[in-house]
């Protein structure tokens, strides 16, 4: 069973926003709904600065907070890993947008708290989920944590890498290139 | 890696209430049972979110087009495409789009016409005009080039020399310096150099999709990235260097340049000696702009602009200003000798026609359609007067002065308009005065949405098709961007056009056939397809399949084009480089690029005086997204509305992040929201190109955000005809408008 990561290599991201909103047609998402978003830092004063830039999703949390609270099983984590979402189960009660420490969710018209679910229709043809796909910059590179040959794992060890806030014991399955 | 700040993105959003829903959405059950029910398709074709024109696969469902994802082989997409990709396919569903022919009535308002009667209507007026006034009272003004293939029939056969682009407005200030000196334009070889400057040219704003591929490739292989801008762009995000230059004096950095290049003997010899013309003339002229001189004029360090020029010899060849479009090439009054300089430094570095230099663009050789049935009227001058003695004789016939068309019509030189994909009066200087269009004897608007040209200037708006919704002929793929093969692509019909609305051709077709020179457009596009893919071996059918096809024949080559007996062969008068445009001498200018003062300055003394600069959004395309949903929704998101200005000078004026500010010029005065940052130069504020909609029947663009054109006069750069649209001071000062 392949396990499912994410390897963002935020230095490249030049904020175009393809990411976000080839999801949002993909998973025709409403108005005030978004997976993905992107964080934006600035550092230092004129003339030495520079803006930071950080794509921020659902990180699939290997021990997610969102799960744990669901009362439904509405959010569960797949065999390979993803955490997935199923709307019939949904009560709409909110919990796991108060528990999710990264902001992922959002409440759509039905009250719903949706989230990224990795594009499975993709995964299913062998391809990357939408956010990765377009992305001119190869920010993203999703890919199999389970296969030592996959380009994801490679890349990784090539790499220093960080997760988003892992003093909260979620462990993410995105992980960022280190500057 | 800096911490997230948790909820500053709630927080934000919570601002963007209410903004028209697509249609196209659908809530996710609902989709996911729609998918159950029936298998889509999708259609290979191109964007139109730009004019990159990029391959895409529109996948529909249910008839309804779903998504847009990048065509894999072609080369400005390569699989991926950018935000305004995938947005504007979304547009085909925008309320704003005219649904049928329009004609303007007695009490000024827009009422439905049959296409019949439209037709009629308008041959028979267009006869009277050319009948009264002459064929060269007609004028074609368009975003420029694809309408040109149906622009030109009408011309020829009524004898008008007035095909008028918008490039005047973009980027003439380039193509007027590389037509004078190379005889050709040459693209950036982005994948394989090693040292690229972007000089206010923001690559990751006006975005090729494949393009920030290969620099971004390039970058991860070694490659270093210079960005000289007065505001931190998009590009300048991955930049190795950020010199934010003063705004307008790009043309003294780039005199410093060639200065320390051949005062160190650090150029190229070999090549200027045996490819370019008047170097001596040139050093001559500019002995005496050395990096010192500069740096008063810049800002930037002699020490700074010494060691950019040593990093250029010491990658050179692998190494090239870049040679941009928009960005500086109509901004200034010193833009043609800006762009002039870029070929000059490129040009001492010896990279034209250099792997990681400069390459030419890999070209099919199309067939021409050839059919019978019109004469050419002998033409009169150009409205413009672009390229006329007298006039504006250094100006490029083939773009025109899109700005002045208020001038002809006044003049009494233009009688009759038609205006196809373009929109003067949001994206030409002074709407007040573009509003004036409307004082022709008869103004066709051929535009898809209710833009503010339609809505004010038009007697009659007839809608072509969405670009979902038509097919054209085929498009060599190339410019901008390096590649070794030509590719072809085509733009083909993915679903029936929801409205009322027709292909131009056919346009073209009914009005002429009033006119009774039905035989101008007497052919089917199938034809036409045909007889261009005639010479590249490809059949219609394959490439309707395929939708990007990469010929395997002409393939581009690093070498300096030469005559059989081994002379220089580019298309100017010796064959070499020329370092002063014959053309510009010929008209009593100045041939060799020289020092010119930006044309206005803020005081120094005065801290509420700034430059106003803007730039493009890697989410939008100047004015023509700005009426789309889901790109607004980014711009909401991300206050993308505000306008930037520099945190010292914002403390001196006592204005803090989010505060509401008035901006005044000679022109106007609008209120706007202020980003406080240190991305930006002092002098200057920057805004975005794309918002200050004024067409109250665009309800996602109506009244969001203020627009640069709003703040400067119509004004004509001697050389090369463009806007100079930054050279304007502009007032600030805290709170609203009282
Ligand atoms: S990021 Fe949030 S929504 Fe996603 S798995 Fe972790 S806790 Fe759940
Ligand atoms: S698509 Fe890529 S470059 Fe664009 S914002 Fe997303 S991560 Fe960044
Ligand atoms: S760059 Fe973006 S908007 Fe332009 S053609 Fe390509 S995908 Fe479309």
């Not at chain 2, 596009?525 to 010479?535: F, K, R």
């Not at chain 2, 790109?631 to 306008?643: E, R, S, V």
């Not at chain 2, 794309?690 to 109250?696: Q, T, W």
Request: charged share 25%; glycine share 8%.
């Amino acid at each position: 069973m392949a396990q499912y990561g994410l390897l963002i290599d935020a230095t490249k991201c030049t904020g175009c926003h393809a990411c976000s909103i080839a999801c949002s047609q993909y998973n025709e998402l409403e108005e005030e709904v978004d997976y993905n978003r992107l964080e934006f830092v600035e550092r230092g004063s004129f003339p030495n600065c520079a803006m930071d830039i950080v794509p921020v999703q659902c990180m699939h949390c290997d021990d997610a907070p969102c799960v744990n609270v669901c009362s439904t099983m509405a959010t569960f984590q797949q065999e390979d890993g993803i955490v997935g979402f199923d709307p019939q189960k949904c009560t709409g009660c909110k919990a796991c947008m108060a528990a999710c420490p990264y902001d992922a969710r959002a409440l759509n018209e039905a009250r719903l708290a949706e989230k990224c679910r990795w594009c499975p229709e993709m995964l299913q043809q062998g391809k990357q989920p939408v956010c990765s796909s377009t992305c001119m910059n190869e920010v993203r590179l999703f890919g199999d944590l389970e296969d030592p040959d996959s380009e994801i794992n490679q890349k990784m060890a090539k790499h220093e890498v960080e997760q988003l806030r892992p003093d909260m014991g979620t462990k993410p399955r995105i992980w960022y290139i280190k500057k | 890696m800096p911490k997230m700040k948790r909820r500053s993105f709630l927080k934000a959003s919570a601002v963007t209430a209410a903004a028209a829903s697509v249609p196209l959405k659908m809530s996710f059950a609902d989709y996911k049972e729609a998918a159950e029910e029936e298998e889509g398709y999708k259609i290979p074709t191109t964007c139109n979110g730009c004019s990159s024109m990029c391959g895409v696969y529109v996948h529909v469902k249910n008839d309804r087009v779903w998504r847009v994802e990048g065509h894999p082989v072609h080369l400005k997409s390569r699989g991926r495409i950018c935000a305004r990709g995938h947005g504007m396919a979304a547009d085909m569903y925008n309320k704003g789009r005219v649904q049928g022919p329009m004609k303007r009535n007695a009490n000024d308002e827009f009422e439905p016409i049959s296409w019949e009667q439209a037709y009629k209507e308008i041959g028979e007026k267009l006869t009277e005009t050319i009948d009264e006034h002459g064929g060269n009272s007609f004028l074609w003004l368009e975003h420029g080039v694809r309408g040109q293939r149906y622009a030109n029939p009408l011309l020829d056969k009524i004898g008008s020399s007035n095909y008028v682009t918008h490039y005047s407005t973009c980027f003439s200030s380039k193509t007027n310096a590389w037509a004078e000196m190379v005889g050709t334009t040459l693209n950036g070889d982005h994948e394989n150099a090693k040292y690229m400057i972007f000089e206010g040219r923001n690559f990751a704003g006006a975005i090729i999709p494949h393009g920030m591929n290969q620099i971004t490739k390039a970058k991860e292989n070694g490659a270093k990235i210079v960005v000289i801008d007065p505001k931190h762009s998009e590009i300048a995000k991955i930049a190795d260097d950020w010199i934010p230059i003063k705004p307008g004096t790009d043309l003294a950095f780039r005199l410093a340049l060639a200065h320390v290049l051949i005062t160190e003997e650090k150029y190229d010899k070999d090549f200027v000696n045996g490819y370019v013309e008047n170097f001596a003339e040139f050093w001559r002229e500019n002995k005496d702009k050395s990096p010192e001189w500069a740096e008063e004029i810049t800002g930037i360090p002699a020490e700074k602009i010494r060691e950019v020029a040593h990093d250029l010899a010491a990658n050179a060849p692998e190494a090239f200003i870049e040679p941009g479009w928009h960005g500086l090439h109509c901004h200034y009054v010193n833009s043609t000798q800006t762009a002039q300089m870029g070929i000059v430094v490129n040009a001492l570095l010896g990279n034209f026609y250099k792997r990681g230099g400069l390459m030419p663009s890999a070209d099919p050789e199309f067939g021409t359609f050839e059919h019978d049935g019109w004469s050419e009227e002998e033409k009169g001058p150009r409205a413009d007067g672009a390229g006329v003695a007298g006039e504006h004789y250094t100006v490029e016939a083939s773009r025109g002065i899109a700005q002045t068309v208020p001038d002809m019509i006044e003049k009494g030189r233009i009688k009759a308009a038609f205006i196809y994909h373009f929109n003067p009066l949001r994206t030409a200087p002074d709407p007040e005065y573009q509003k004036k269009i409307k004082n022709a004897d008869l103004v066709v608007s051929i535009n898809i949405d209710w833009n503010e040209t339609s809505v004010y200037t038009a007697d009659y708006i007839l809608p072509e098709s969405y670009y979902l919704e038509r097919t054209e002929v085929p498009q060599a793929v190339s410019g901008h961007i390096s590649h070794d093969y030509p590719q072809i692509s085509l733009r083909q019909q993915v679903t029936e056009p929801l409205h009322d609305t027709k292909p131009l051709r056919e346009i073209m077709q009914g009005i002429t056939t009033e006119m009774g020179m039905g035989e101008l457009y007497d052919y089917s596009l199938d034809d036409e397809i045909e007889a261009m893919l005639e010479p590249t071996g490809l059949s219609a059918e394959e490439l309707k399949e395929k939708g990007t096809v990469e010929l395997q024949t002409n393939k581009v080559e690093a070498s300096f084009p030469l005559c059989p007996s081994g002379n220089p062969n580019l298309a100017t008068s010796t064959g070499k480089i020329e370092f002063s445009a014959d053309k510009f001498r010929a008209d009593g200018k100045a041939g060799i690029p020289t020092w010119i003062e930006p044309k206005v300055m803020p005081d120094p003394s005065a801290d509420d005086e700034f430059r106003l600069i803007h730039g493009k959004q890697p989410y939008h395309s100047h004015h023509v997204t700005s009426n789309n949903p889901d790109l607004i929704k980014l711009t909401k998101k991300y206050n993308g509305t505000a306008m930037w200005m520099n945190t010292k000078k914002a403390q001196k004026l006592g204005i803090n992040d989010g505060d509401i500010v008035t901006v005044s010029s000679d022109m106007t005065e609008k209120e706007i929201d202020v980003k406080v940052t240190e991305l930006i130069h002092p002098d200057c504020v920057w805004i975005s190109s794309a918002y200050g909609g004024f067409s109250d029947r665009l309800e996602t663009a109506y009244n969001l955000g203020v627009n640069y054109n709003d703040f400067i006069p119509v004004m004509v750069e001697p050389y090369s005809g463009t806007t100079m649209s930054q050279e304007v001071i502009v007032k600030v000062a805290k709170g609203g408008v009282s």
